[in-house]
């Protein structure tokens, strides 16, 4: 493959989502939220929470289904640091996986709607790029500024945890070795399952709303995931989110392989 030819369609895609206001806007104003704002408020809010608070007696039923290994990291932690590093350490882990997720389908999504919408793609189909190339280009348009923006946000997180922790921990708590399997192992998988499926939504549809939408529907397992860490029925630890990973890369593979066998020039050509 012409890697230099991939690269400049790759930096060609990156100086297009900067211009693009409706893609960049949801980069910025999501992992915010997620990554900022709700951690460092929830620790805030931990340090004012009366120690008979109802929010801390529930905490009973999560800790009866935590395994052994889990157990040990929380042992010694008086009820406000259980509370803050059960809610920022574990119940927030899933929650992060939606940030390099929603990225790169955000990216993948203007991949070819984008370029239709822009009037752009036919030039684009008729350059000496073979088909594999222009699909592992957009690809890889979409999944270096998603783990990018989710090794970041991970950064911001940190700081943003510890810092307002601090007045109910005493101390750097985060991360943990759950979260750094999560981060460089388990996010650029979840990263490749985005970019797939919405590589895949874009190429069928017309404007980038309708592929970011449909796109946007590969973050309901990870919802799920979320709501069975809250009930109990499941918590990350190290080993689960390893095979977490694996499960996303299987998945990121799968549909990875299938876009580059079906996304065809002559049939994107016939759309136009």
Partial sequence: ????????????????????????????????IMQVILPAGLAIGAYY???????????DTFLK????????????????????????????????????????????????AGEKERKTLEALLHTPLTDRELVVGKMLAAWVPAVLVSVLSFALYTVAANAAGWPVMHRIFFPNLM????????????????????VLVSSKVKTFQEAYQLSGLVVLPIVMLVLAQASGVLFLGPFVA??????????ALALIAFAVGVLQRNELIAKL
């Fill in 179 to 198: 979260w750094i399997v999560l981060v460089f192992w388990a996010a650029p998988a979840a990263s490749a399952v985005g970019l797939s499926a919405g």
């Fill in 242 to 251: 390893f095979m977490l990973g694996l499960v996303l890369w299987v998945i």
């Fill in 49 to 59: 929470i009366p120690t008979d608070s109802s929010d801390l007696q529930d905490l």
């Fill in 65 to 112: 289904a935590a395994p052994p290994t889990i157990l040990r990291d929380l042992q010694g932690l008086d009820d406000s640091q259980l509370f803050l590093v059960l809610m920022l350490v574990y119940f927030f882990a899933p929650l992060y996986l939606i940030v390099p997720m929603m990225v790169s389908s955000v990216f993948a999504a203007d991949s070819f």
């Fill in 1 to 32: 493959m012409n890697w230099r030819a991939i690269w400049t369609l790759i930096t060609k895609d990156f100086r297009v989502v900067l211009r693009t206001k409706a893609v960049l806007i949801p980069l910025i104003i999501v992992p915010l």
